[in-house]
């Protein structure tokens, strides 16, 4: 059930490649960018959509355009944003590269082999992206809309190619091709308002399509699916810290308890693992909060009935089941469902103990089990701090995570912005 989520989630990750000509279409892309994608990340949150935009004008480093790398990222970034792509041309063909690109980096022809014949046919980068990305991939028809600047417009005026030259004709050629294909969706645009009017109007339609309004118990763990979503991306394993943590939730039912500095990763190393741990064993029952993922996720309250609702599979009124003592009777309750559901294994992970709200002196922790029945699994995370303090006590068994090598900060920096195809 668990892996059903984790996976509903992450197809729920939406990469729109935004495919034009680059000097003409500045102003363009830079409002779609600032206004009209963060409107649309704003407006499918609800539905745990995240959105994406390829914008390559700033993933392709120098150095990579020299080396010939042009096409093949341009190519690659298309492939992992299928289904998705907006094509916007003005009155400008575009780059023509020619095959000193393919000779520079041989692996071109060995991804894409047809990219020799199109350098060949001296086909610009804006035409191949097109013609790879949709016009010869009927698949991505339904999903992609194109959008045609008017000819009048004064950045269509300053960068239009010569008339009656070649450039002109391909690109009239290129523009016939897409209005001529009556499942293709293609608009006119004077200025960018209208762009963005029609942008949001067809993705909107296409996203609410793909990804239908989510039930009410995926509703309710959203917030924590948002954020494990979040530490996911980019992250840079370190096998010690998952053999560690496997070892001891395998040998006792005693939890085991993350630390370190802030900002060390312990929130990016709970939600990889949890994930991890959800795929290899589907049939466990999971139970987790990360405290920062909303406001009610750091109240102890409300957390724990979230907890106990997963396990009871039962909706709980307080004001009318637990009206003395809330924090006390929920935590017995909550101990008594987990013994209730053995033998089936339950892993719980409770990140950021620390960053609770100190609601009824939270942060003593006396609303957490001391002891977990034999089928549960503990893992928490804690900054220094009271409630770190309290969980020593307990003689729990601390790992302290360090802050990464220089490297590996590299490679988190390199990674995170390849994720958004940024470098």
Known sequence: ???????????????????????????????????????????????????????????????????GKVIDICLTEIDKSRPYFIGILGARYGWIPDK????????????????????????????????????????MIKRSAFYFRDNQNKNSISFKENA????????????????DNQDLVSDKF??????????????????????????????????????????????????????LITDHIERTSSPIVITGKAGAGASSLLSNYLVEYAEQNPDDILLYNFSNASNDSSNHIKVLKRFCEGLSGKEINLQEE????????????????????????????????????????SLLLNWLPYDFDVNAKVIFSCGAGEPLDRLKKRRYELIYISELEKQAKEDFINKYLLEFSKK
């Open 322 to 361: 637990f009206t003395k003592k809330t924090s006390e009777q929920l935590k017995n309750y909550f101990d008594d469902l987990i013994a209730q559901k053995s033998p089936q294994k339950i892993l719980i992970v409770i990140d950021g103990l620390d960053e609770f709200d100190n609601t009824d002196n």
């Open 100 to 139: 000193t690109e393919y000779e520079k980096h041989k692996k071109i022809i060995e991804d894409f082999s047809w990219v020799a014949q199109d350098i060949e046919s001296n086909l610009s980068i804006t035409e191949m992206e097109i013609q790879y990305g949709v016009l010869r991939n009927p698949e």
């Open 190 to 243: 004077d200025n960018v308002e209208e762009l963005g009017a029609g942008i949001t109007d067809f993705l909107t339609k296409i996203i609410e399509t793909d990804f239908p309004v989510l039930n009410k118990n995926t509703k309710k763990i959203l917030p924590q699916l948002n954020f494990i979503n979040s530490r996911r991306k980019a992250y840079i394993r370190e096998e010690k810290y998952f053999k």
């Open 1 to 67: 059930m668990q892996k059903t989520i984790f996976n509903l989630y992450k197809s729920r990750e939406v990469r729109i490649f935004l495919s034009s000509t680059f000097k003409d279409m500045m102003e363009e892309r830079e409002f779609l960018v600032k206004r009209v994608f963060p409107e649309l990340r704003k407006k499918f949150a609800e539905r745990g959509v995240t959105i994406t935009e390829i914008d390559l004008r700033w993933g392709v480093l120098e150095e990579e355009a020299e080396n």
């Open 164 to 179: 009656d030259s070649v450039e002109e004709k391909k690109l009239n050629v290129l523009k016939s091709k897409i209005e």
